[in-house]
Structures are given as C-alpha cells and as structure tokens.
C-alpha cells in the first residue's frame, strides 16, 4: 500500500513540474523559431496555396468539358406534344436526359499563354513569401542584437556601481577619520545613486528589449529571454564589400524581391499575349447525345405507352460539329484589353526598376555605413584606452587627495561614455557586415 502511494506521489511530482523552458537562444534559433510561428507567414502560405491550385486549373482547362443533364416535367392544360408538336389538353409528363461535351481546337493561343501566367505568378508569389521570411529575420536579428547592446550597457553600468560604491567606502571612511568635510560625502552618494539611477535604467531598457523580441518570435508563456553568450566576431574590410556595384549584382541575382519583380513582368507580358489572343478567331470542337421520354408517346397499334426502354432507345439523338466564334465588333473592348494589359506590363516592368533602386541605394548606404564605422570603431577603441588610462590616474590622484570628487566623477564619466561609444560602434558594425554579407549571398543566419 505504502508503495503504491510512493507511485502516486511521484507522478504527482512529474506532473506538478513546470516544463522547462529553452535556456538560452542563439541567433539561428530565434529566427527559426519566428518563422515557424508567425502568423503573417501563415497568410503568405495560404496565398501560395491558392496561387498555386490557380495555376493548376489553368493546365486543367485543356481538358474537355463534359456536362450531363436530366430533367423530369409534369405538363397541365394546354401545352405543346413534344412528340408532334401538336397543341393538347392533356395533362402529361416527360423525362429529358442529355450529354454534351465541348473542347477548345484554337482560341489565339489563350489558354496555353494563360498557363505560362500563372506559372510565373504563382514562382512570384513563393519569391514574396521567401521575402517575408527574410524581413522577418532581419527584424529578428535586429531585437538579438539590442539585447545584446543593453546587456553590454547593463554590464558598464553596473562597473560604475562597484567603483562608485568603493569610493563612496573610501570617502566615508576618511570621513570618519576627519580627513574630509561632509560635502564629499554627498557628493559621492550623489554619484553612487546617479550610477544606480543608471543601472535601473539599464535594465528597463533590456528588459523592453527582450519584450521586443518575444514578441516578434510570437513566443508565448514567457515573460523573458536568454540569449547564448558569444564574441562579436567584427570582420576585417574585405575588398569586395567595398564595392557597392559588386554587391549589388549578387543581390540582384538572388534577393526574393527582385526575382519575384522580375516574375511578375513575364506574367505581364503573358497577359499581354492572352490579351491579343481575344482578337483571333475561336474554334471549338462539340459532341451531344440526348433522349427523352414522354407520356404522350402512344403506340398506334396497341393505343398504349410506349415502354420507357423503347422511348429512350427510340428518342435518341446524336450531334457532333465545329463551331468558329470570329470577334468582329466588341465595341472595342479587345483592343482596350490589350491596351490595358501593355500599361500593367509597362508598371510591371517599373516597378522592377523601383526595387532595383531601392536594393542600390540600400547597398550604397550599407558601405558607406560599413567604411564609417570602421574608422569609427578604431578610434573608439584608441578612446576607450585614453579614457581608461585617465580615469585609473583620476582614481589614484583622488585617493591621494589631489583631485576633488567632481573632477573624479568627470574623468569616470567619459571614461562610461566612451565605452558606451564603443559599445554602440561595435554592435552596429556588426548588423552592418552581417548585413551586408547577407546581400553578398553568404549564410548569415540558416532559416529551416
């Protein structure tokens, strides 16, 4: 018995535990995780669907078209004998069943140009959809990367804790021994709740920037992230993504955007064609089978019904021809279509132009961006060690007594602003590589 509620207990314990969410996340991680669970993403899906199954109709409609038709009549007063035609009063009722069946011979080469449309629609839309997939990404690493800076900001500042807080021992201390005036005493309490003000905001700041990237990666039940600690690897310049031209035509070869405009314009031109088809001649090949059976039908013999097997063999009837449907005048509305089909391939065609505008301009600012922040991120450094150097002989004159409070809390604040600088530099310049790798076709993040 007491085994038994040992057994019970535990899968109590198992079933009490909370499911231990994912520790920590890396770049590839998060992005994978976002487009697997964002919604928008869904509707791009569905609209590759229906795309799709639109192209696929477009192929079916080749096909012939088979159409079956039944009906049963119950004819009261005066109406026409379906048999003789003659005019009866008689109540009566009749069976018709048909089977008709038409296909397209030639229609201006419509339907074959109507399949290459769809094709090059629904490739497009796949592009979109791959499109999406990659800004979600970028957004995604965008909210990475702030953690990561305000997690570096968190980290300084809370530095200048422990360092505000030794001195702020330090003038107490002598204070006590009646080396200072009570003066310096509020002033390093005033910097040491300066720096903490800091650290609060700092973790406000990452706590809001963690929240930003829950919510682009659409994860629920958690109200935090971790991310994986790893080393800025901020690449040297490399030749090649100097040159905006040069980026520019890899891009060009393989960015959704550009492939899915480029796609788009032969649709147009498929339009364009279907278009002018309508003004060809049609021609089309029909086939029918119908019979009928009527209760007027009478054999002029026995003066009775014919049978139902006997009508529907007897009534039969069988057709096959040719038909040709030449447009002469629509009130031009043929012409029209084709006029209008030629400006949507005209806006096709630049809107095309505007997106490679735009990815241009885009990689334009990208390396120019890259070659400021490489000098930027050069001389920060070469100021991070001038303001460290200062600040250290600042602490040391200060305990020396050579230097005031306030001088020391300048030297120790642009000792943090630099490495602020520093920091912000460094970050930037990694989304700008990584970036720029990305349009260069290098796997810069892995999306599943």
Known sequence: MNLKITH?????????????????????????????????????????????????????????????????????????????????????FSNNYGLNSSIDIFRGFQRVNTIKATKY???????????????????????????????????????QVSISDTNYAFVKKQLELGLIAQADMYEAESVLLTDKLAVTQAENQLAAAKLNLIQEMNLEGVSTIDLKTDVLNIQENLVETTKTDSVYTKAQAFLPSIKSGQLRVKAAEKEVAIARGGLYPSISLFAGYGTGYYETNIDDISREIISFKNQIRDNASRSIGVSVNIPISNKWSGRSQVKQQKIALQQAENNLKIQEQELYKLIQQLVQEKSALEIENLQSIQKLKAQELSFSIAQKKYEKEMISAVELYQAKVLYTTAKNENLQVQIRLKVNQSTLAFYQGLPVFTIN
């Open 8 to 92: 019970i207990l535990f899968l109590l314990l198992l079933v009490s535990l909370p499911i231990k969410a994912q520790e920590s996340w890396s770049l590839d991680e998060c992005i994978n995780y976002a487009v697997s669970h964002n919604l928008e993403l869904n509707n791009q899906a569905y609209t590759v669907a229906s795309s799709k199954e639109t192209h696929k109709q477009a192929i079916r409609n080749l096909l012939p078209s088979i159409n079956g038709s039944a009906d049963y009549v119950i004819r009261y007063g005066r109406s026409t004998d379906p048999n003789n035609n003659n005019i009866i009063d008689t109540d009566f």
């Open 121 to 159: 629609i629904y490739k497009a839309v796949q592009e979109d959809a791959q499109q999406q997939k990659y800004l979600l990404a970028f957004r995604v690493m965008s909210a990475f990367y702030d953690i990561r800076f305000y997690q570096g900001l968190l980290e300084i500042t809370e530095e």
